[in-house]
């Protein structure tokens, strides 16, 4: 895919925003859309242009980026809601490839695939891992769902965005795989911020203590790059109030797929049922649109 290549980008949200601003710096023609004006004017001001709706964005795009909260936003986006709202399927120009990177149930992945290709339209499900700092520095992991012509077809706009990309099986199959890492970030982040709880009631440093378990066997992704604990690392959640990063709801979103995926299969998944339980009191305690990070002041009495 050449540079002339049009893509319209749905959805700039703490994700979405910095993968949009790559592919300008890669040198696409970029249309935008969000529901929110300010994330709309952060990128008018780099260079893409701003739509006034989504199908606006859409017109005469060659590829379609989605990414978006949830199965809903994106099922709505393009079908429609409740034969209300119209979605924006019928209106994306022929040929076009869709790439939808937002963390949504595999079945909603699978249905909207299904009405594109009804249409003759290509598209993957490609959801990301490697947080806000991944987005912005361009290192994102792509986890597609999808057939293999297409993935090709994505791979310059997805190297534009990211550093990693798998092919985890048919449509569906990347949402499937990244629910099953996102259940165990959700366990590492709440067990890594169990112990750094632990060792601060008990008088440690959290910053020394960090140093020590990162050089030994409970060393973990959360631990090293995300650390939970106010402080000890510069630049991420915790050190800025736990804002800017992947929220609370949305971690509590991806358990939940998690939850329904063991269900429909009779999985066990314990640990994964008792981080969502936790998440979820978190929530109702009213921390839904901090940080998933913030996991830690529900276990932590001194930080409440
Ligand atoms: P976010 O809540 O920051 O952003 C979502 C954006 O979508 C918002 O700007 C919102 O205004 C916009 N939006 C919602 N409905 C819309 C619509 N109909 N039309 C246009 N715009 C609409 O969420 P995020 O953190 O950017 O996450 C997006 C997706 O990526 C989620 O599925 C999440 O689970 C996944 N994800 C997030 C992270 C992270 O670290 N934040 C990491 C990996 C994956």
Same mark, same amino acid.
């Given at each position: ?7 319209? @980008? ?7 925003? =910095? ?21 709309? %004017? ?6 893409? &242009? ?7 964005? /859409? ?5 379609? /980026?989605?990414?978006? =909260? ?36 595999? !079945?909603?992945? !699978? ?15 490609? =959801? ?11 290192? &994102?992991? @792509? ?31 990347? !949402? ?19 112990? $750094? ?11 020394? &203590?960090?140093?020590?378990?990162? %050089? ?6 959360? &631990? ?21 990063? @992947? ?15 063991? $269900? ?19 929530? !109702?305690?009213?921390?839904?649109? %901090?940080? @998933? ?12």
């Amino acid at each position: 895919m050449s540079n002339q290549t049009k893509i319209a @980008f749905i959805g700039l949200g703490n994700m979405g925003a =910095p993968m949009a601003l790559n592919l300008l710096k890669a040198g696409y023609s970029l249309t935008v859309f969000d529901l929110s004006p300010v994330s709309l %004017k952060t990128l008018a001001d780099a260079g893409a &242009l701003a739509a006034s709706n989504a199908r606006q964005a /859409i017109e005469g795009a060659d590829v379609v /980026i989605s990414m978006l =909260p949830a199965s809903r936003h994106v099922e709505s986006l393009y079908l429609g809601k409740d034969n209300v709202e119209q979605g924006i399927l019928p209106y994306i120009a022929e040929g076009a490839l869709i790439i939808d990177c937002s963390t949504i149930a595999a !079945q909603a992945a !699978q249905k909207v695939a299904q009405a594109a290709s009804a249409r003759g339209l290509a598209m993957i499900d490609a =959801p990301v891992s490697g947080g806000t700092a991944g987005a912005a520095a361009a290192t &994102l992991t @792509f986890i597609v769902g999808g057939d293999a012509t297409s993935l090709e077809r994505a791979r310059p706009v997805l190297s534009a965005m990211g550093k990693n990309i798998f092919h985890a099986g048919d449509n569906g199959a990347g !949402q499937v795989a990244k629910i099953c890492n996102n259940m165990l970030l959700g366990i590492l982040m709440a067990g890594t911020a169990e112990a $750094l709880a632990l060792g601060v009631a008990n008088g440690l440093d959290p910053k020394t &203590l960090s140093d020590i378990m990162s %050089k030994s066997s409970g060393r973990n992704w959360a &631990l090293e790059l995300y650390n939970p604990y106010p402080g000890v690392m510069d630049n991420v959640p915790a050190s800025r109030g736990y804002t800017g990063g @992947f929220g609370v709801d949305l971690m509590l979103k991806d358990l939940g797929l998690a939850t329904e995926a063991a $269900l429909a299969t009779g999985s066990a998944t314990p640990l994964g049922e008792l981080v969502r339980n936790l998440y979820g009191m978190h929530s !109702q305690n009213g921390a839904g649109a %901090k940080d @998933f990070s913030s996991i830690l002041e529900l276990l932590h009495a001194k930080e409440k």
